[in-house]
């Protein structure tokens, strides 16, 4: 499952990541991301059913997509990062059920759970991640004087 969010307002995040390299402002963006991303990975894992072939253990964050599902989406944004379980058939089926046992869902909710929480962690996390870089490219700059 994918989910995609749009937020807006993030205005003046996107002024202050300008005064970097891209480079730099993928590095900020993908730690903040990832940070945030633990949140929910964290809730997925403790709704996530025992016992399911290493599910739980499965649920991760990351950049990289199993080449089913990351046929099935394409990249839609310069930072993309993703949470939730490796190709693992098992989490299909735990989550939307078959033929053989309901659903047992734990990605939708633990997403409905924690979306405030991990919406406002990546925003706390980019100013974070922009005061560090500027503070380490003052540095710098004094430095070279």
């Keep these: 499952m994918k989910v995609t969010v749009k937020v807006d307002g993030l205005t003046a995040i996107d002024a202050a990541l300008d005064q970097f390299t891209p480079t730099k402002r993928r590095a900020i963006?993908?730690?903040?991301?990832?940070?945030?991303?633990?949140?929910?990975?964290?809730?997925?894992?403790?709704?996530?059913?025992?016992?399911?072939?290493?599910?739980?253990?499965?649920?991760?964050?990351?950049?990289?997509l199993a080449p089913g599902p990351k046929?099935?989406?394409?990249?839609?944004?310069?930072?993309?990062?993703?949470?939730?379980p490796d190709?693992?058939?098992?989490?299909?089926?735990?989550?939307?059920?078959?033929?053989?046992?309901?659903?047992?869902?734990?990605?939708?909710?633990?997403?409905?759970?924690?979306?405030?929480?991990?919406?406002?962690r990546i925003g706390d996390e980019l100013w974070l991640g922009i005061e560090r870089a500027a503070t380490a490219a003052a540095r710098k700059a004094a430095k070279g004087k």
């Design 87 to 120: 190709s693992r058939p098992q989490a299909v089926q735990q989550e939307f059920g078959n033929e053989n046992h309901p659903p047992q869902p734990f990605a939708r909710p633990a997403w409905d759970e924690t979306q405030k929480e991990v919406l406002d």
């Design 29 to 64: 963006g993908r730690k903040a991301l990832d940070n945030a991303g633990q949140i929910l990975a964290r809730s997925m894992r403790d709704k996530a059913p025992e016992g399911k072939g290493y599910l739980k253990e499965s649920i991760d964050v990351g950049g990289v």
């Design 71 to 84: 046929s099935a989406h394409p990249k839609v944004a310069e930072q993309e990062r993703y949470v939730g």
